[in-house]
């Protein structure tokens, strides 16, 4: 690849795959740690597009050296690529989110967007004082 930091994604992708794989997890956390490494995946490209090389250590040396090996464009394909794998496997679950964020916490869910059935019994718990 010409870059040692992209071994990053792979273990990123992987510890995704772990925390995702493991027994008696709720959908709702397995959820939040697809959407978390899809947030870093973004965060990563823009740092990129700008040579912010906080979080790719060997990326930072290859440009501070001035060794002319980084390859920009290629990383920002490979990231832009990964992005696109991640929003079509998951495409499913994303239709899924309000109700994911639904039983995960009531209190900060909109209930203008869930069904009109649950809608007065979440405008109540959320008016509780008590809860």
């Given at each position: 690849?010409?870059?040692?930091?992209?071994?990053?994604?792979?273990?990123?992708?992987?510890?995704?795959?772990?925390?995702?794989?493991?027994?008696?997890?709720?959908?709702?956390?397995?959820?939040?740690?697809?959407?978390?490494?899809?947030?870093?995946?973004?965060?990563?490209?823009?740092?990129?597009?700008?040579?912010?090389?906080s979080?790719?250590?060997?990326?930072?040396?290859?440009?501070?050296?001035?060794?002319?090996?980084?390859?920009?464009?290629?990383?920002?394909?490979?990231?832009?690529?990964?992005?696109?794998?991640?929003?079509?496997?998951?495409?499913?679950?994303?239709?899924?989110?309000?109700?994911?964020?639904?039983?995960?916490?009531?209190?900060?869910?909109?209930?203008?967007?869930?069904?009109?059935?649950?809608?007065?019994?979440?405008?109540?718990?959320?008016s509780?004082?008590?809860?």
């Open positions: 690849m010409g870059f040692s930091n992209i071994n990053r994604y792979n273990t990123s992708s992987e510890l995704v795959k772990s925390k995702t794989t493991r027994k008696k997890k709720l959908v709702s956390t397995l959820f939040g740690s697809v959407k978390a490494f899809q947030n870093k995946l973004s965060l990563f490209l823009n740092q990129i597009e700008e040579l912010n090389f979080h790719f250590e060997c990326c930072a040396t290859l440009k501070t050296e001035d060794c002319g090996i980084f390859l920009k464009q290629r990383c920002i394909k490979i990231i832009n690529t990964l992005i696109r794998e991640f929003e079509n496997r998951f495409k499913d679950i994303r239709t899924k989110e309000p109700i994911i964020n639904l039983f995960e916490n009531q209190f900060n869910i909109n209930p203008e967007i869930v069904e009109a059935s649950l809608q007065l019994e979440i405008i109540e718990l959320q509780n004082n008590s809860l």
